[in-house]
């Protein structure tokens, strides 16, 4: 059974970089043939997609994040990350890592469990 | 981006009754990529419904999704306790990937 767990500081200080890591397990990123993404949710309100990867390394962002955002893989760990650059109190949200489909714009069908991330001095 | 609508914000139902929710979008979904999530408190999204229509492995068949273009309903046949939720749209036939603002689904 696939599963993915998102790692990384619950507390990151206004202007600093957010960095969290996705351990995917119960398969390999590099063999399969999907994007891994990001999707964030702030406390009390929607879903809003960052961006996906593929193990080649392709990335695809939200328009809405792209200078702030970078999306990288580690096949070796079976691993994938994401840097969001200087980070106010709006990026303070729940965090999702998740498997998409085979294209890089896609529904996500495996989900890790959240990681809450705070901005706050 | 395409935006996505949904109604009601909020919907109060019996467990048995059938529930149905609206999602529209402000420009036509190409090819029916259409996606509809359940969301409980404290967990990850569950998919439920791709492509507007097809099952999510393992998910009930009171759970069935419709529509094409910009109009798309998830209906739920007869509610069963562990249904109340909070349900998500979502479109994937255009970047950027764009979510609902979601319907909550309570217990009358």
């Known amino acids: 059974q696939l599963q993915l767990q998102e790692s990384g500081p619950g507390l990151v200080k206004p202007s600093e970089t957010l960095s969290l890591t996705c351990t995917v397990s119960?398969?390999?990123?590099?063999?399969?043939?999907?994007?891994w993404g990001w999707i964030r949710q702030p406390p009390g309100k929607g879903l809003e997609w960052i961006g996906s990867i593929y193990y080649s390394g392709s990335t695809y962002y939200n328009p809405s994040l792209k200078s702030r955002v970078t999306i990288s893989v580690d096949t070796s760990k079976n691993q994938f990350s994401l840097k969001l650059s200087s980070v106010t109190a709006a990026d303070t949200a729940v965090y999702f890592c998740a498997r998409q489909g085979v294209v890089a714009v896609s529904y996500s069908d495996y989900w890790g469990q959240g990681t809450l991330v705070t901005v706050s001095s | 981006e395409i935006v996505l609508t949904q109604s009601p914000g909020t919907l109060s139902l019996s467990p048995g009754e059938r529930a149905t929710l609206s999602c529209r979008a402000s420009?036509?979904?190409?090819?029916?990529?259409l996606a509809w999530y359940q969301q409980k408190p404290g967990q990850a999204p569950r998919l439920l419904i791709y492509?507007?229509?097809s099952r999510a492995t393992g998910i009930p068949d009171r759970f069935s999704g419709s529509g094409s273009g910009t109009d798309f309903t998830l209906t739920i046949s007869r509610l069963a306790p562990e249904d109340f939720a909070v349900y998500y749209c979502q479109q994937y036939g255009s970047s950027p990937v764009t979510f609902g603002q979601g319907t909550r689904l309570e217990i009358k």
């Open positions: 420009q036509s979904v190409s090819s029916r990529y």
């Open positions: 119960g398969g390999s990123i590099s063999s399969s043939n999907y994007y």
């Open positions: 492509g507007a229509a």
